[in-house]
């Protein structure tokens, strides 16, 4: 079964300070990871994406996320947050398997950011 | 091109009316999602198609929900009668054929059933 785990719905932070969002996966198969952003009213953009090349992926706007097998972990980081960051982020997993070709999305984390 | 394009952006309808969703996907990709976003609920996965064929619609909530794709370039959902719970974003994505490299999403279709 996959499933992902976006463990905090609401992350506040200040303007010019790191972003952390955290995402936990569990696969039966190698996984590929994503993260999207949701501005308010509008759609889904993807930010980045892990596809088993580089454990470290850097998406746009300075974010990036590492592939942490051990920790089956892929979380979000930025050093410094901007006010356009504020969104909704969403963790998503999706797998290599024949005839299942989905996309599994986590509850997403509200970012907030304070200037 | 001009990504996956979702028509109308605004719906209001009465309940009891038929509701029919446009999605135009981006040109060459294979794959085509359908999502329901509430805030209850989150992002639900309502059905996907593989090459204009229907492969997975667990997710249809009900017999009102249903979704076509009579080519490669357009698909619609339709909901027949409508209900006020209905009320959500739909969101239509589309993904080249290895789906493992992400979808990409139209801006999402807003419906309010009153």
């Known amino acids: 079964a996959q499933s992902v785990t976006q463990l905090d719905s609401h992350v506040s932070v200040s303007e010019g300070t790191p972003v952390l969002l955290r995402c936990n996966y569990s696969?039966?198969?190698?996984?590929?990871l994503f993260w999207y952003v949701q501005h308010p009213n509008k759609g889904l953009q993807l930010l980045l994406k892990?596809?088993?090349?580089?454990?470290l992926v850097k998406g746009i706007n300075g974010f990036e996320a590492e592939f942490k097998k051990s920790e089956t972990s892929f979380h979000l980081t930025k050093p410094s947050a901007h006010m356009s960051d504020a969104a909704e982020y969403f963790c998503?997993?999706?797998?290599?398997?024949?005839?299942?070709?989905?996309?599994?999305f986590g509850t997403g984390t509200r970012l907030t950011v304070i200037p | 091109d001009a990504g996956v394009i979702q028509s109308p952006r605004h719906e209001v309808t009465e309940m009891g009316q038929e509701v029919t969703l446009r999605c135009k996907p981006i040109?060459?990709?294979?794959?085509l999602f359908w999502y329901r976003q509430t805030m209850m609920r989150g992002l639900e996965l309502l059905i996907y198609?593989?090459?204009?064929?229907?492969?997975?619609d667990s997710g249809m909530p009900e017999d009102r929900f249903s979704a076509k794709m009579p080519n490669a370039s357009f698909s619609t959902l339709k909901i027949q009668p409508s209900e006020p719970r209905d009320s959500a974003v739909y969101f239509c994505?589309?993904?080249?054929?290895?789906?493992?490299?992400?979808?990409?999403f139209g801006q999402g279709t807003r419906l309010t059933v009153v």
């Open positions: 994505a589309s993904s080249p054929a290895t789906v493992t490299l992400g979808a990409f």
């Open positions: 696969s039966s198969y190698s996984p590929s």
């Open positions: 892990y596809t088993s090349a580089a454990t």
């Open positions: 998503v997993v999706s797998i290599r398997q024949t005839g299942a070709n989905n996309l599994f």
């Open positions: 040109s060459g990709h294979d794959y």
């Open positions: 198609f593989n090459n204009n064929v229907p492969i997975d």
